[in-house]
Each structure stands twice: as C-alpha cells, then as structure tokens.
C-alpha cells in the first residue's frame, strides 16, 4: 500500500475541473446570481421556487386535496406553508415507511425589519425604526445603500408588495454613520456598542410638503408618496412585513470570478443549490423531500419556523394522498428517514486566522461541508451525527466523486451556531449538518465559492439518489 491511500488529502475541486466543467460552475453561479439578485426575503423566495417548482412540473398539495386526487411513484408535489415555508416532494416507488431523503436549509436573512409603528419626523427629516432580525453586527448596517422589500396587508386583505431600491431607477434608503471627524468617543466604544440597535433608524426624507396646514411636513410628504404608490396610510404599516436588505445585484467576486459576493447567501445558497439538486430528480426509490423553512436566524419559532409542526403535517398529507396513512406509518417512515440539514459553514480566512482551528476547518474551494457538530461550548445544543451515517454519505460523495471537506465552526469555546438539524433529528432519523463555506457570513455582503455552490448541487443529488 503506497503512503497515499493511508494519508487524507483534501483537493481543491478548482484542480479537476475539464473545460467542460468549469463551464458547468460558472453556468449554476450564474443562475444563483440571478436568483439572489431578486430573491431577499424569505416569501420572495418561496415564491421564486414555487414559480420553478411548476414550471419543472410539480403540483400545489392543496389543489390535489381540494380535488380528492391521489399521488403514485414520480409524482411531484410542493406545499406552501404561509408563503414562506416550502416542501417539495418527488414521490418515490419504495413505501413511504423505508423513509424520506431530506434536504433541508433556511431561506430567511439576518437583516433589519421595520417596527410596527415606524414613521417619524425629527428635526425636518423622516425616518423608520428599525428592529434587527438575527445576528447583526450593526456597525456593518450603516452607510450602505438599503432597499425596502417585504408586504403590507390592508385591512381588507388585499396584499400589497414593496420592493423598493433594486432598480437602477429606483431611489434607495440607508441608516447613517457618524463622520470620522467627530468621532472620538464612538471610537473609543466596544465593537457591539459602537452602532446600537436603537440607532439603527433608517432616513427616508428630507423634503417637507408644499401648502399643507400640517406639523410634520416632511413625514407628511412621504405619506403621500406612499399613499400614492401604493394605496396605503400610516396605520397600514400595523401589519405589514417590510425588511431592509442590502441593495443591489449579486456580483461575481475576485479578478478570476471564481466567487460570488451577495446578500443573503447564509442560507439561501444550500436552498438554491438544494432546488437544483432536487430539480434533477424524477424517477427515485425512496420519496426525495427538499424542504425550505423560515425564522431560522431566530431560532426557529413560529408557524413558518422548522419548530412548527408544518412538515410533520404535510408527510401525513402526503402520504394519505398515496394511500399509505396511519399514525405509526407516519413515524416509521419520519423514524427511517434520512437527512442532510444544510447551512453555511466559516471558510478560512487568512485575515482572521487566530479563530480557527486549520485542520478542522473548511476552505473555499474544497467542495460541500459536512459538520458532525455544530454547537457551542462542548458542542452544547448541537446534532452530533452518527459514524454509521457519517460513512455512508463518504461513500455516496466519493462514489459520485464530489468534492466534500468536514469541519468545525472555528476553534472551540471561540464562539459557534446552531442550525435546523437538532429539530428533525428529534424525530429519531438520521441527520448530519453539511453546507457550503462563507466568508463574512452575517455581513450585508457575504462570499462564497463557486467551485463549492457546483460541488454542493452535485452533493445533494448524489444524496438524493443514494441515501
Ligand atoms: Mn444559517
Ligand atoms: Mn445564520
């Protein structure tokens, strides 16, 4: 036996790449580029999904138990959980009791959301407050150009949507910085105090109305853009979703483009990159699930949250449509299920090395992540993947020759995160956390690889076919 079959050695995917190949990367990050460009919250992305979920054929699960119909093997279906949790199912041939391959990852963003009560004018300028949503490094949030996406639903129901900043037209919006020449105390402050969360107000105004017997002339005037755009008032703001999100397109990063720099990556790259993979799937044994769930940043909660009891229902829907329902039915088949949690793992970054630990840690360009633990202080609150299924999903990635790395989220005690894995491991089914490498994860601009973007569809479909 020579030394290297004894030794591991991770390649960079970049070095195995016909011409052929690198044609494929630079075509999926292209798509993903259009994708994040015009996807930036959650419902524009379950949206976009739904919309490339029938044009490949699937079918909406409500309209199929509005008309009584029935499911059989290479069917596909999608269930929409309040427009902003998505489940995608290609039915399989085997029983539904053998169990489900998952794919699973986030589609919401840290970002900055408006307050309920938002509009005020001090001092002749208007302004929205804001309240941030997931972890934020505010001091990144200021001096950047912002744009307004989301909903407002009027009290007869009728949903309004907002995007407002992404085209080249369109004026955008922003949370102002202190200028350097008066900032000596700032400076001085810690890092998480430097921007605090009640500072992070957002300028939408500047201009008082003409000829009005009002007080407030400038948040009058935007209530009268708003009003005029969009048929709203003041009180409207009361239940709408409006999240400030970086503005702008995705971008290609690095002289070479061998990156992609946009907003959000964390964790809609693993769901794009999960659709793709799932999108291949037509014919399979087992029934092949691609699940996109909301208010992960948040620890999952709510309705649309993977905590939610939405997927549990909608596998009992499913599988009632295929004849195969009962209640122990339904856990064997969550029991013998299978499952890849994806979400973003740190890449390596050399301007940052003292947080990592290098050989536990993941580097771009060396293919899909896989994490046996996430976790914090003694891998506290984390999905501790078993060896037995660690060595299958080496097996299906090596036999599928996808490029795949495993780490750690930095050096321990330096910090960690969690993910969806722990959820659905609750159902006693196999998970592992696997994803793709960022560097500035959290940021409003995030980057990543696009040699692991193509390893991770590449990675999942593999998964999907063998697991
Ligand atoms: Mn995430
Ligand atoms: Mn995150």
């Keep these: 036996m020579t030394k290297k079959t004894l030794t591991r050695e991770i390649p ?21 580029k259009q994708f994040m460009s015009a996807c930036k919250t959650e419902r524009e992305c379950v949206d976009e999904f739904v919309k490339m979920a029938e044009e490949k054929g699937y079918k909406d699960l409500k309209e199929i138990i509005k008309n009584g119909d029935t499911l059989k093997a290479g069917d596909k ?10 489940a995608m199912f290609v039915i399989g041939k085997q029983s539904f009791e053998k169990g489900l391959t998952i794919l699973g990852a986030h589609v919401d963003s840290p970002r900055l959301d408006i307050k309920q009560n938002p509009l005020y004018e001090d001092s002749e300028l208007a302004l929205l407050e804001t309240h941030y949503y997931g972890g934020v490094k505010k001091y990144q949030w200021v001096a950047i150009p912002l744009a307004i996406h989301g909903v407002v639903v009027k009290k007869d129901n009728t949903v309004v949507n907002v995007v407002i900043g992404e085209d080249d037209n369109d004026p955008v919006v922003g949370v102002s910085d202190l200028l350097i020449h008066l900032s000596a105390d700032q400076l001085g402050k810690k890092g998480d105090k430097v921007v605090e969360g009640e500072d992070l107000n957002l ?40 999240e400030i999100v970086p503005a702008g397109k995705a971008r290609d990063y ?30 399979t044994e087992k029934t092949c699930v691609a699940l996109f769930v909301d208010k992960e940043e948040i620890g999952s909660v709510g309705a649309t949250g993977m905590h939610s009891k939405f997927f549990e229902n909608i596998v009992a829907e499913v599988m009632d449509r295929v004849g195969e329902y009962s209640e122990l039915k339904l856990r064997r088949c969550l029991t013998n299920s299978k499952m890849l949690s994806s979400d973003v793992s740190a890449a390596f970054d050399p301007n940052y090395p003292s947080v990592m630990e290098k050989k536990n840690a993941a580097f771009f360009g060396k293919g899909i992540v896989f994490n046996k633990y996430t976790g914090s202080r003694g891998k506290g609150g984390c999905n501790d993947a078993n060896p037995e299924f660690i060595a299958q999903i080496r097996a299906i990635m090596d036999k599928h020759n996808v490029a795949w790395q495993t780490a750690e989220l930095g050096k321990v005690d330096q910090g960690g995160g969690g993910t969806i894995a722990y959820i659905l491991a609750e159902y006693n089914m196999e998970v592992i956390d696997c994803g793709i490498a960022l560097q500035n994860m959290h940021a409003p601009w995030e980057v990543a690889s696009k040699a692991d973007i193509y390893e991770a569809v590449r990675g999942y479909e593999a998964f999907l076919i063998e697991a």
């Design 203 to 242: 300028l939408v105004g500047s201009r008082p109305i003409k000829d009005k017997d009002v007080k407030e002339k400038v948040k009058e005037n935007i209530l009268v853009i708003l009003n005029e755009k969009y048929d709203i008032t003041e009180e409207d703001f009361v239940s709408a979703e409006l």
């Design 12 to 32: 960079n995917a970049w070095d195995k790449y016909s011409d052929e190949d690198i044609k494929k990367v630079f075509d999926v990050s292209d798509r993903y």
């Design 254 to 283: 690095g002289l070479d483009r061998s990156m992609v720099m946009a907003y959000g990556h964390d964790d809609r790259i693993c769901a794009f990159t999960s659709f793709e993979a799932i999108a291949k799937i037509d014919e």
């Design 77 to 86: 279906v999608y269930a929409n959980n309040m427009g902003k949790t998505l």
